[in-house]
């Protein structure tokens, strides 16, 4: 008796892998598949390094503090560089960039009465 091509699909000897019909030497088993769950970084987040950056270079460029200018440029620096391409923010890497550039170059470079240091006098 002809069944067709539905008998043809229901026939037993055809199974899916790893089914209940599955070949004595299959070494699939599908009791042991372990689930895949993606691991906690204990990083901080981009947006530390960006806030860390802006507030660092603000009160060292305010207050001509070295240190604080130089913790922002290094914060600057570590939130370019661990930036992936859809979290970077030009506009907060931009600002703090120039709060730590500017900051260097008016505690380096500016007047030195604005710090409190003596002013050299011409003889």
Request: aromatic content about 14%; charged content about 15%; glycine content about 12%.
């Amino acid at each position: 008796a002809a069944r067709g091509w539905v008998g043809f699909l229901a026939q037993p000897s055809i199974a899916m892998p790893g089914g209940p019909k599955a070949k004595a030497g299959d070494f699939r088993n599908a009791d042991r598949v372990v689930k895949f769950t993606q691991p906690r970084a204990a990083e901080p987040s981009l947006d530390m390094y960006g806030l860390i950056a802006i507030i660092a270079s603000g009160v060292g460029f305010g207050f001509r503090i070295k240190w604080a200018i130089w913790i922002g440029l290094f914060s600057c620096v570590a939130f370019v560089f661990s930036a992936k391409s859809s979290e970077y923010d030009a506009m907060q890497f931009t600002s703090s960039l120039m709060f730590s550039l500017g900051g260097l170059f008016i505690t380096y470079f500016g007047p030195a009465a604005a710090t409190g240091a003596p002013a050299a006098t011409a003889s």
